[in-house]
């Protein structure tokens, strides 16, 4: 029996998390992050990268990959005709800040902050879907922030831990009226915001390298995004024709499974 070599058996696990997180991205409106993540994990220990510098690590590969899977998804959803450009330019410009400052913080944060943080949102947002929980009076008062300040939050929280906005800005379209389909839509069109700030900050850090964060992993970065935009028109197709509660599920429960994905692989580096 012929073994694989480690170094291909790495890369096509890269391939097949940036396809699977490109048909997720282009399905929920999400940058990927919670494909891609779990996969980074995996894989940037066999590629060198020591393991305290693991998350902040897979944080900015995340984001550069998020480049292009954010590109298509958006391209696909405006030929769709389901991106609410209203809330596209009352919350762009807030959440490129948002998304340069998170991804400046990320780089100098260590150990499993990043994943718990993320992990955390992304458990308690999948699981509010998947049992088609009411919001709390708490929850609805926070939507009801200025809409500046809830998107420079939103989209600096998603850069610092290395995901697109679909699990905090299509819930905070829903509360303000927006039709599901097209709130997953104008996520993917925001995700743009998340991936240009977060990878622009992180090419400021390239020629900083004496602030001691650690550089992303290249390689792994290209393989995620080049394969993800395969799949992200797929990803696009299929969530414009799933019933809306079908779509609610799925969303609730990717973010569930990759949210516990996560913590095991951010304990098993501890």
Same mark, same amino acid.
């Given at each position: 029996?012929?073994? +694989?070599?480690?170094?291909?058996?790495i890369h096509?696990?890269?391939?097949? $998390?940036?396809?699977?997180g490109g *048909?997720f991205a282009g399905?929920l409106?999400i940058g990927?992050? *919670?494909?891609?993540l779990?996969?980074?994990?995996? +894989?940037?220990?066999?590629?060198?990268?020591?393991p305290?510098?693991?998350?902040?690590? /897979?944080?900015q590969? #995340?984001?550069?990959a998020?480049?292009?899977t #954010?590109?298509? %998804?958006?391209?696909?959803?405006?030929?769709?005709?389901?991106?609410?450009?209203?809330?596209v =330019?009352?919350?762009?410009t807030?959440?490129l800040?948002?998304?340069?400052l998170?991804?400046?913080?990320?780089a100098?944060?260590?150990g499993?902050?990043? /994943?718990?943080?993320?992990?955390?949102q992304?458990?308690?947002?999948?699981? =509010?879907?998947?049992?088609d929980? #009411?919001?709390?009076?708490?929850?609805?008062? +926070?939507?009801r922030?200025p809409?500046?300040?809830a998107?420079?939050?939103?989209?600096?929280?998603?850069?610092?831990?290395?995901? $697109?906005?679909?699990?905090?800005?299509s819930?905070?379209?829903?509360h303000?009226?927006?039709d599901?389909?097209?709130?997953?839509?104008?996520?993917? /069109?925001l995700?743009?915001?998340?991936?240009?700030?977060?990878? $622009?900050?992180?090419?400021?850090?390239?020629? #900083?390298? !004496?602030?001691? %964060?650690p550089?992303p992993?290249?390689?792994?970065a290209? *393989?995620?995004?080049?394969? !993800?935009?395969?799949a992200?028109?797929? $990803?696009?197709c299929?969530?414009h024709?799933?019933?809306?509660?079908?779509l609610?599920v799925?969303v609730?429960?990717?973010?569930?499974? /990759?949210?516990?994905?996560?913590?095991?692989?951010?304990f098993? *580096?501890?």
């Amino acid at each position: 029996m012929i073994e +694989a070599h480690p170094a291909i058996s790495i890369h096509a696990a890269l391939v097949v $998390g940036g396809l699977c997180g490109g *048909l997720f991205a282009g399905m929920l409106g999400i940058g990927g992050a *919670l494909l891609t993540l779990p996969t980074l994990y995996f +894989a940037l220990p066999a590629l060198g990268v020591a393991p305290q510098d693991v998350p902040s690590t /897979a944080v900015q590969c #995340a984001l550069l990959a998020m480049v292009p899977t #954010a590109l298509v %998804a958006a391209w696909r959803q405006h030929r769709h005709g389901a991106i609410e450009s209203t809330w596209v =330019r009352r919350l762009a410009t807030p959440m490129l800040i948002g998304a340069i400052l998170g991804a400046l913080l990320a780089a100098h944060l260590r150990g499993p902050v990043l /994943a718990l943080l993320f992990s955390a949102q992304s458990c308690w947002y999948g699981a =509010r879907l998947v049992f088609d929980c #009411a919001p709390s009076d708490g929850a609805a008062a +926070a939507m009801r922030v200025p809409t500046w300040l809830a998107g420079t939050f939103m989209a600096a929280f998603c850069a610092c831990a290395g995901m $697109g906005g679909g699990s905090m800005v299509s819930p905070f379209l829903l509360h303000r009226g927006v039709d599901l389909r097209h709130a997953v839509a104008t996520s993917s /069109a925001l995700n743009l915001t998340i991936a240009f700030g977060g990878s $622009g900050a992180i090419a400021l850090l390239c020629h #900083a390298v !004496s602030t001691g %964060a650690p550089m992303p992993c290249w390689p792994a970065a290209l *393989l995620l995004g080049t394969s !993800s935009v395969v799949a992200v028109p797929i $990803g696009v197709c299929i969530g414009h024709r799933l019933p809306k509660a079908a779509l609610r599920v799925a969303v609730g429960a990717v973010n569930v499974t /990759a949210a516990i994905v996560l913590i095991v692989q951010t304990f098993r *580096l501890v």
